[in-house]
């Protein structure tokens, strides 16, 4: 059983920054890609970022590339999302997703994960 659990979240103005922390435990982290997703009131859950198991590999949706950023740190069993120029309609809450190594399809869908934190809420003000 993996356990996630995200930080960082908070309340911030427009153009400003944040970093989401998700600290996983119950399994060997670096065997696996971890992934960014967010929900918006009233909004299905989408996409934001992931990252490969040796962080040398990652992907953005395309309304957050060049501000945001996901890396990992093995060694702490921590993924990371830094949040630059933060725009109202980043509002949402943000999920960890833990990846499955047997599911198929793309890291792009949130059926490729197994596992999944409690969430952390993140507003921008205008």
């Known amino acids: 059983q993996v356990q996630l659990v995200e930080s960082g979240g908070g309340l911030v103005q427009a153009g400003g920054s944040l970093r989401l922390s998700c600290a996983a435990s119950?399994?060997?982290?670096?065997?696996?890609?971890m992934g960014w997703f967010r929900q918006a009131p009233g909004k299905e859950r989408e996409f934001v970022a992931a990252?490969?198991?040796?962080?040398?590999?990652?992907r953005y949706t395309d309304s957050v590339k060049g501000r945001f950023t996901i890396s990992r740190d093995n060694a702490k069993n921590t993924v990371y999302l830094q949040m630059n120029s933060l725009e109202p309609e980043d509002t949402a809450v943000y999920y960890c997703?833990?990846?499955?190594?047997?599911?198929?399809?793309?890291?792009?869908?949130?059926?490729?994960?197994?596992?999944w934190g409690q969430g952390t809420q993140v507003t921008v003000s205008s």
């Open positions: 990252i490969s198991r040796n962080g040398a590999g990652t």
């Open positions: 997703a833990h990846a499955s190594r047997y599911r198929p399809g793309s890291y792009a869908l949130s059926n490729k994960y197994e596992y």
């Open positions: 119950g399994r060997t982290f670096s065997s696996y890609a």
